[in-house]
């Protein structure tokens, strides 16, 4: 009964997404005069929410239980899982996470129902009669295409098991913290859709919109961090990025929305770059799109794509045609009325934004194109592949002097500087990476794009601080100090990458027990090979013995372990982390004469690429915190200055 639930749930939850949109549209055609329709927006966006929630939640049970009568379950999950893989098996497949996606964007609409009290009202019913008509589509693929809870007649005997590669508490939680990031985007989109609809784009929108925006790129920048950490030790390869299509279809949201967010920032602030701010929005969501296209059309070969029929992809671009195309013609039909407001010179904050968004918008660019042409030149029979000889140097030619843009801009004043004024800071930064390239050139003689790297992740390290120079750090506001701490990570993810593309040390051996190898620093002795079993897979376990420099004596384990269900074998590489970088193991197959294939790397700094990735979500999370804190005391002022006029009125 419990999937019957969920399904009922579902088909509820979609039919209030009908009514939350239909009593929307009324409400904006009659401007006021349709009595209580308007009234059932909100309690319908609410109650959709909660239903959705349900429905997931059934979804969790089911899995939990191990329930082989549901066809998902079948095919996604085994008895003998452990638990929290069990759970995770509810999203690390097509139909779960496609319920995961809705639920996610229904409680999302519910919230802002619940909260949201700034916006005109018209413009409220726009954006969640906006937020209904993309829930819609999605809740028509659940239930017409990718029924979560679809029985099996008779039961299975037992589970087909989750890819082995999900089987990791990294992933386990990677999915969830990414689809929050897509779907709040979904937001933005809503948003700006109700704002083009009710032709007020205006600061007070930007407020409201900034907060929804900065928390889905939070998640993101987590779900990207966290799915290169898992990539880097689950694979095996030793690499934390690889220009994968779907890696790639998580990197272009979060690069329209770093635009959007800073576009929204400049709006919120100094009522400009409204028309700018409104086309990220809609672009930010249709990135979120083109992934799910990607990931769930079967057009893809990937270790992340869910191997999904064409079928199912046509729907999904079906969507991504309604919304976007219904978008972009909205935007063509009100771009007259939604002008670009106050004016700024370039040699302003308001102008390093504006260069900035142009680069992180023809990054994005750079990435789509290299994503999408493989696709496309295979629909001629012409196979090619798009990889770092591309990526990295073509998109370098944006970002390294979007760095520079990004060191000096925050010294910049609103609306009109003079070069004078910020002269001796500006000279320092530029002069930084000139000496710190030709220091690191004069000693280590590395490649010239990590050279680059380093050089500008020093840059951008000292200019992330000076905008505190002279300034009380006791009455520094949150927002400002969050975007320190993000420029700070972005010097410090910058300096992880290129570091470990220009120091990183490979070594591939034979050994036997008792046979030692040195990479880089590290003195590695190969102790034993022994078999051992877990709960749902047996593995052989190296034991290695590894010294940096003829220090004390540490051991790691890599296994190479074989899945029965689904029968697959997998490498668990061991890493040995210091502060300046990672030792990482791999055990490979036997060789001749007793021997083991081992593979090691030394790669130093390595860590600084996910450190950064924590310290931008941690900016990113403290300017949140400081937004939220700066809504909440504006309305008490508000409402007590209203409620003084209102007494003395009274009196």
């Given at each position: 009964?419990?999937?019957?639930?969920?399904?009922?749930?579902?088909?509820?939850?979609?039919?209030?997404?009908?009514?939350?949109?239909?009593?929307?549209?009324?409400?904006?055609?009659?401007?006021?005069?349709?009595?209580?329709?308007?009234?059932?927006?909100?309690?319908?966006?609410?109650?959709?929410?909660?239903?959705?929630?349900?429905?997931?939640?059934?979804?969790?049970?089911?899995?939990?239980?191990?329930?082989?009568?549901?066809?998902?379950?079948?095919?996604?999950?085994?008895?003998?899982?452990?638990?929290?893989?069990?759970?995770?098996?509810?999203?690390?497949?097509?139909?779960?996470?496609?319920?995961?996606?809705?639920?996610?964007?229904?409680?999302?609409?519910?919230?802002?129902?619940?909260?949201?009290?700034?916006?005109?009202?018209?413009?409220?019913?726009?954006?969640?009669?906006?937020?209904?008509?993309?829930?819609?589509?999605?809740?028509?693929?659940?239930?017409?295409?990718?029924?979560?809870?679809?029985?099996?007649?008779?039961?299975?005997?037992?589970?087909?098991?989750?890819?082995?590669?999900?089987?990791?508490?990294?992933?386990?939680?990677?999915?969830?913290?990414?689809?929050?990031?897509?779907?709040?985007?979904?937001?933005?989109?809503?948003?700006?859709?109700?704002?083009?609809?009710?032709?007020?784009?205006?600061?007070?929108?930007?407020?409201?919109?900034?907060?929804?925006?900065?928390?889905?790129?939070?998640?993101?920048?987590?779900?990207?961090?966290?799915?290169?950490?898992?990539?880097?030790?689950?694979?095996?390869?030793?690499?934390?990025?690889?220009?994968d299509p779907v890696e790639n279809a998580s990197l272009?949201?979060?690069?329209?929305?770093?635009?959007?967010?800073?576009?929204?920032?400049?709006?919120?602030?100094r009522d400009a770059l409204r028309a700018w701010t409104?086309?990220?929005?809609?672009?930010?969501?249709?990135?979120?799109?083109?992934?799910?296209?990607?990931?769930?059309?079967?057009?893809?070969?990937?270790?992340?794509?869910?191997?999904?029929?064409?079928?199912?992809?046509?729907?999904?671009?079906?969507?991504?045609?309604?919304?976007?195309?219904?978008?972009?013609?909205?935007?063509?039909?009100?771009?007259?009325?939604?002008?670009?407001?106050?004016?700024?010179?370039?040699?302003?904050?308001?102008?390093?934004?504006?260069?900035?968004?142009?680069?992180?918008?023809?990054?994005?660019?750079?990435?789509?194109?290299?994503?999408?042409?493989?696709?496309?030149?295979?629909?001629?029979?012409?196979?090619?592949?798009?990889?770092?000889?591309?990526?990295?140097?073509?998109?370098?030619?944006?970002?390294?002097?979007?760095?520079?843009?990004?060191?000096?801009?925050?010294?910049?004043?609103?609306?009109?500087?003079?070069?004078?004024?910020?002269?001796?800071?500006?000279?320092?930064?530029?002069?930084?990476?000139?000496?710190?390239?030709?220091?690191?050139?004069?000693?280590?003689?590395?490649?010239?794009?990590?050279?680059?790297?380093?050089?500008?992740?020093?840059?951008?390290?000292?200019?992330?601080?000076?905008?505190?120079?002279?300034?009380?750090?006791?009455?520094?506001?949150?927002?400002?100090?969050?975007?320190?701490?993000?420029?700070?990570?972005?010097?410090?993810?910058?300096?992880?990458?290129?570091?470990?593309?220009?120091?990183?040390?490979?070594?591939?051996?034979?050994?036997?027990?008792?046979?030692?190898?040195?990479?880089?620093?590290?003195?590695?002795?190969?102790?034993?090979?022994?078999?051992?079993?877990?709960?749902?897979?047996?593995?052989?376990?190296?034991?290695?013995?590894?010294?940096?420099?003829?220090?004390?004596?540490?051991?790691?384990?890599?296994?190479?372990?074989?899945?029965?269900?689904?029968?697959?074998?997998?490498?668990?590489?061991?890493?040995?982390?210091?502060?300046?970088?990672?030792?990482?193991?791999?055990l490979g197959g036997e060789a001749e004469g007793d021997?083991?294939?081992?593979?090691?790397?030394?790669?130093?700094?390595?860590?600084?690429?996910?450190?950064?990735?924590?310290?931008?979500?941690?900016?990113?999370?403290?300017?949140?915190?400081?937004?939220?804190?700066?809504?909440?005391?504006?309305?008490?002022?508000?409402?007590?200055?209203?409620?003084?006029?209102?007494?003395?009125?009274?009196?």
């Amino acid at each position: 009964m419990i999937a019957e639930l969920g399904l009922v749930a579902l088909w509820l939850a979609a039919a209030l997404a009908a009514l939350q949109l239909l009593a929307g549209l009324i409400a904006l055609r009659s401007d006021g005069e349709a009595g209580g329709v308007a009234d059932l927006v909100r309690p319908a966006a609410i109650v959709q929410g909660l239903l959705s929630g349900i429905a997931f939640l059934c979804l969790l049970l089911v899995f939990a239980r191990t329930d082989l009568s549901v066809a998902l379950v079948a095919a996604n999950s085994h008895s003998m899982k452990p638990m929290i893989f069990k759970l995770a098996g509810a999203w690390g497949n097509h139909e779960g996470s496609m319920l995961l996606w809705i639920t996610i964007m229904a409680l999302a609409g519910g919230l802002i129902a619940l909260i949201e009290r700034r916006l005109p009202e018209r413009t409220m019913l726009a954006t969640l009669a906006a937020q209904a008509f993309v829930g819609l589509g999605f809740y028509a693929f659940l239930l017409l295409s990718s029924n979560p809870f679809e029985r099996l007649n008779p039961a299975a005997q037992e589970g087909a098991g989750l890819n082995p590669l999900l089987q990791d508490i990294g992933l386990a939680f990677h999915p969830p913290t990414l689809y929050v990031g897509y779907v709040g985007l979904s937001v933005a989109f809503s948003f700006a859709v109700g704002a083009m609809l009710t032709r007020q784009v205006t600061p007070e929108f930007a407020r409201v919109m900034r907060p929804w925006v900065l928390g889905a790129w939070i998640f993101l920048t987590l779900g990207i961090t966290a799915g290169s950490y898992w990539a880097y030790y689950e694979l095996g390869w030793g690499g934390w990025w690889f220009w994968d299509p779907v890696e790639n279809a998580s990197l272009m949201p979060w690069l329209a929305a770093t635009a959007l967010l800073h576009s929204a920032s400049v709006l919120a602030a100094r009522d400009a770059l409204r028309a700018w701010t409104i086309m990220l929005g809609v672009v930010a969501f249709s990135m979120s799109m083109i992934g799910t296209f990607l990931v769930r059309s079967g057009i893809l070969t990937s270790v992340h794509a869910f191997a999904v029929d064409p079928e199912r992809g046509s729907f999904i671009l079906l969507l991504l045609a309604i919304y976007i195309g219904g978008a972009l013609t909205l935007f063509a039909m009100r771009a007259s009325t939604v002008t670009e407001g106050q004016r700024f010179s370039v040699l302003s904050r308001e102008g390093a934004l504006v260069i900035n968004n142009v680069a992180l918008s023809a990054i994005l660019g750079i990435v789509l194109l290299g994503t999408l042409y493989p696709l496309l030149t295979e629909a001629f029979d012409v196979r090619v592949s798009v990889g770092p000889p591309y990526f990295n140097p073509v998109s370098a030619i944006f970002f390294l002097p979007m760095l520079i843009v990004l060191a000096i801009g925050p010294l910049l004043r609103w609306r009109s500087d003079s070069f004078r004024r910020v002269r001796i800071p500006v000279i320092v930064l530029l002069a930084i990476p000139i000496v710190v390239a030709l220091a690191m050139w004069a000693v280590t003689g590395i490649a010239v794009l990590p050279l680059l790297g380093i050089a500008l992740a020093a840059c951008v390290a000292v200019g992330s601080f000076l905008p505190l120079w002279g300034r009380s750090l006791r009455r520094l506001p949150l927002p400002v100090w969050g975007m320190v701490i993000a420029h700070f990570g972005v010097a410090v993810s910058l300096f992880g990458m290129s570091a470990d593309s220009a120091f990183t040390q490979e070594k591939l051996v034979a050994a036997k027990p008792g046979d030692s190898a040195q990479v880089g620093p590290w003195d590695v002795t190969l102790v034993s090979v022994v078999p051992v079993a877990g709960p749902n897979w047996t593995a052989l376990d190296a034991r290695l013995s590894a010294s940096y420099r003829g220090g004390a004596v540490h051991e790691v384990g890599p296994q190479a372990r074989s899945f029965w269900a689904p029968p697959q074998e997998t490498s668990e590489s061991a890493l040995l982390t210091r502060w300046n970088g990672q030792l990482y193991a791999v055990l490979g197959g036997e060789a001749e004469g007793d021997r083991w294939q081992l593979r090691l790397w030394w790669k130093p700094f390595v860590t600084f690429v996910w450190y950064g990735g924590a310290l931008i979500a941690l900016g990113g999370l403290l300017a949140l915190i400081g937004r939220v804190a700066g809504d909440v005391k504006r309305r008490s002022v508000l409402r007590k200055a209203n409620g003084r006029r209102n007494s003395e009125a009274a009196t």
